[in-house]
Each structure stands twice: as C-alpha cells, then as structure tokens.
T-cell receptor, first 115, second 108 residues
Framework: SAVISQKPSRDICQRGTSLTIQCQVD?????MFWYRQQPGQSLTLIAT?????????ESGFVIDKFPISRPNLTFSTLTVSNMSPEDSSIYLC????????????FGPGTRLTVL | DAKTTQPNSMESNEEEPVHLPCNHS???????IHWYRQLPSQGPEYVIH???SNVNNRMASLAIAEDRKSSTLILHRATLRDAAVYYC?????????FGTGTRLQVFP
C-alpha cells in the first residue's frame, strides 16, 4: 500500500499567479499521476509524472500550464501556472505500482480557488 | 481506453444489498475491470478489480459476465458510509481514466 500526503491542502490564489502543489509518498512507487477534479465533475488525468524525465501529458494539457517535476520515486510537484478562475479545482496526486492489475492510491487532494 | 456505461445514480436502504451495474461492450481481452469509489470530500479509493472470474474481498464482490461485456459490483449490506460515487474503469495500461460514475445514496 501507499500513503500519500499533499501540500497545501487548500489555497486561494489571485488570477495570474502560480501555485506549486507537492505530493509525498511513504514508499517508492513506479507510477505517479496528477488528476484534476472540477466542481461536481469526475476526475480528469492531467499527466503521468516520470522520474528523471519530462512528464507525459494527456490531451488538452500542456507543460507550460502544468509543469511537473519528479526528482525521485517518492516525490512530485505540480505547478498550476498563470492561473485563471477556470483553474479552480481539486488537484489529486495518485500513485501505482506498475501493472494494470495493481491498485491505485490517491492523495487527499488540494482544493484550489482562483479569484 | 474502452468506454464504460453506468447509471447516473442509484438508491438503497441501509443493510440491504446493492448491485451496481456497468456495461463495457467494447472491452478488449487484456482490459482489467476496476472499481473505485469516492466518498464525499475524499480522494478515490480502490474497491475491487477483476479480469475474467468473479472476485470477492472484504469490501465487495465483483460479478463479471461470461462474455465480459458487463459487470456488477455487489455491496452485500449497504451502510451509510457506502454513500459515494462508484466508478467502473477498464484499463490495460498503468493509467486509470475515470468516467462519470454512479452516485449511490443510502437511506437509514
């Protein structure tokens, strides 16, 4: 299993600024992902965070807007850049040990409000 | 990723069994069927998964049709804590792509 913590748990930010969200896992994991959940909606996968290389982004998400780092097997950051009110969402970190049959674990999320 | 179809919402009374259906007619032979649930104000949590055979764990049972084009998540005795959005997801890669899920309401 894996226990995930995220910082901050919530934040209120001004339009045009950037926020970096941290994700820390209590064990080394193969796969790390970032999801977004807009109000009242399901989860949308933003990207897969790759250790030591550039993240793999899903359609509709770009590195300039959502830069991601993953310096090691237990830590990743997601930055939401040049924020607008449309970025107000919950951002969730998720991890998985490699294999489509393995359980995926989710962090508690970071609730972001952009004014 | 193959698509799943779930009812938007379902209701149950406490201590009754709940059968949550999921249709996945375009499932491929290598797709695993995963179920996750999201309790209010929490991240999703794993419920159960299977490939071809029915599966049981302490939380639920997963019944998979013989042709694998549908599956049913069974909660044997619903509790108020089971009120959540339940997601049925097909995956043959390391990624999970969420659909809209079924919102389950449980009444005392």
């Amino acid at each position: 299993s894996a226990v995930i913590s995220q910082k901050p748990s919530r934040d209120i930010c001004q339009r045009g600024t950037s926020l970096t969200i941290q994700c820390q896992v209590d064990s080394q994991v193969t796969m790390m992902f970032w999801y977004r959940q807009q109000p009242g909606q399901s989860l949308t996968l933003i990207a897969t965070a790759n250790q030591g290389s550039e993240a793999t982004y899903e359609s509709g998400f770009v590195i300039d807007k959502f830069p991601i780092s993953r310096p090691n097997l237990t830590f990743s950051t997601l930055t939401v850049s040049n924020m607008s009110p449309e970025d107000s969402s919950i951002y969730l970190c998720s991890v998985r040990f490699s294999g489509p049959y393995n359980e995926q674990f989710f962090g508690p999320g970071t609730r972001l409000t952009v004014l | 990723d193959a698509k799943t179809t779930q009812p938007n919402s379902m209701e149950s009374n406490e201590e009754e069994p709940v059968h949550l259906p999921c249709n996945h007619s375009t499932i491929s032979g290598t797709d695993y069927i995963h179920w996750y649930r999201q309790l209010p104000s929490q991240g999703p949590e794993y419920v159960i998964h299977g490939l071809t055979s029915n599966v049981n764990n302490r939380m639920a049972s997963l019944a998979i049709a013989e042709d694998r084009k549908s599956s049913t998540l069974i909660l044997h005795r619903a509790t108020l804590r089971d009120a959540a959005v339940y997601y049925c997801i097909l995956s043959n890669t390391d990624k999970l792509i969420f659909g809209t899920g079924t919102r389950l309401q449980v009444f005392p």
